[in-house]
């Protein structure tokens, strides 16, 4: 009442109200969907809950299906199915948590990514979480827009027929980590009350109701990228932000990537400070995502590789282009940092990857790669290859740093591991 806040006991009245609510028809349409069975569903099922309707208490029932007829009618259909929708299934539902903090009742929310169902539910006011998220809808919509040539879509990435060959500029994606997220599962709640499901055929997860194993995850994964790699003009670069425990997880995707014809040209990880679920409770979780260059050759380097590839000079021309690619290591906190992609071992591994996915042979052994690395036409600086030209750039840079960082490698595989330990071995 006001800011106080008062305690007090069910009275008749309550008791009447609450038998009202459960004797009430609901006279508006809702969903009635059963809830599909997944790798996400046990949760609902095991305390009975087998329907999307049976996500909600009977009086939110009624809110929700009263609001979303009214919208049906309304000329702001569609900004009122934004409003709803953004409350119908965490804080709206009996995924909506009790919790206590400092000793006091916390209404804590849902737990994210799953389909838990608490031991104890929070009811929340319908009316009242509508005024609320309208109130911050309208203060992000008042951000002043600058109108231009954008195109919003929601389609599969493993099917841009449409979209003409070599038009972007770059690309940026964040796929599905494996089978860490069961994403059409954890939606069925709002595909439910729109009407629209996902196709989960072409879901691109890992899943055992599905009958998706890590070669069917590759699969599709293999798909989207040949046709980012199709999109993208030539010498230009695709990012992947990505995020798994498991390494058959992350050398899938570094086989997709290689068997779409991109090349890999950095790695690293990234912390968002705000780990995710999983990552907070899971035994062993990674906490940081790894961020994935790759990029792809340009039209002139290609034309003259199919004509040397599988040489000597070919190999020597490719590690040449590759180096170009590849930007000059950072300054962080006046200390250079160490770039792991213009290792010898790690050149090594892109010139083989390259020969072996266009079915071509090798034409230096390590030995011999490593040895004509010390020739010529390419410099050693700390560990890190350059061609002459970057060389001379990268002697500028040291001038005005403080000194050079350790190198920083994501172990995630055997090949990996053996880079770190030669990197720590040289150092001896």
């Not at 599905?176 to 709640?189: D, I, T, V």
């Not at 109701?209 to 040949?226: A, G, V």
């Not at 079915?359 to 002459?388: D, H, N």
Request: proline residues 4%; contains cysteine; charged residues 20%.
């Amino acid at each position: 009442i006001g800011k106080k806040r008062f305690d007090k006991r069910v009275d008749e009245y309550d008791l009447e109200t609450i038998q009202k609510i459960g004797e009430t028809q609901i006279p508006y349409t809702f969903p009635i969907n059963r809830i599909p069975k997944g790798d996400k569903t046990a949760d609902p099922y095991s305390v009975g809950i087998t329907h999307i309707h049976h996500f909600y208490t009977k009086r939110n029932l009624f809110m929700f299906s009263k609001l979303l007829d009214l919208a049906k009618k309304s000329d702001l259909k569609r900004a009122v199915y934004f409003l709803i929708t953004s409350f119908i299934v965490k804080t709206g539902s009996k995924l909506h948590n009790i919790g206590f903090k400092k000793g006091n009742i916390n209404l804590a929310g849902a737990v994210p990514n799953t389909l838990f169902i608490p031991s104890s539910v929070a009811e929340r006011n319908i009316i009242i979480l509508a005024k609320n998220k309208l109130s911050y809808i309208k203060k992000a919509l008042s951000f002043q827009k600058e109108w231009g040539n954008y195109l919003i879509q929601a389609l599969s990435s493993g099917n841009l027929a449409y979209h003409p060959d070599n038009s972007i500029e770059y690309i940026f994606i964040d796929p599905p980590f494996g089978g860490n997220l069961m994403y059409s599962e954890l939606n069925f709640l709002w595909e439910a009350w729109l009407g629209v499901f996902t196709n989960s055929k072409s879901e691109a997860i890992i899943n055992r109701e599905q009958k998706k194993k890590l070669f069917e995850y590759q699969t599709l994964m293999e798909e989207c990228l040949k046709e980012f790699y199709r999109l993208l003009k030539p010498g230009h670069f695709l990012t992947i932000e990505f995020h798994n425990t498991q390494n058959v997880v992350w050398n899938a995707i570094q086989e997709a990537l290689l068997h779409a014809h991109f090349v890999i040209a950095d790695i690293r990880t990234l912390d968002k400070k705000q780990g995710t679920f999983n990552q907070m409770t899971t035994t062993g979780a990674v906490k940081q995502d790894l961020i994935i260059s790759a990029y792809k050759p340009s039209s002139k380097f290609e034309q003259e590789f199919a004509i040397k590839g599988g040489t000597i000079q070919g190999a020597w021309d490719f590690i040449h282009q590759h180096l170009e690619q590849l930007p000059m290591p950072n300054k962080v906190g006046g200390r250079i940092e160490i770039q792991s992609e213009r290792t010898q071992y790690l050149l090594y591994d892109r010139m083989l990857a390259f020969h072996l996915v266009r079915g071509l042979t090798i034409p230096l052994s390590a030995s011999e790669f490593y040895q004509g690395l010390s020739k010529g036409s390419f410099l050693m600086r700390e560990g890190m290859v350059f061609t002459i030209p970057q060389a001379h750039e990268y002697d500028q840079l040291r001038l005005s740093a403080d000194g050079v960082q350790q190198l920083s490698l994501f172990v995630t595989d055997e090949a990996s591991a053996v880079q770190w330990l030669r990197g720590q071995l040289d150092k001896e």
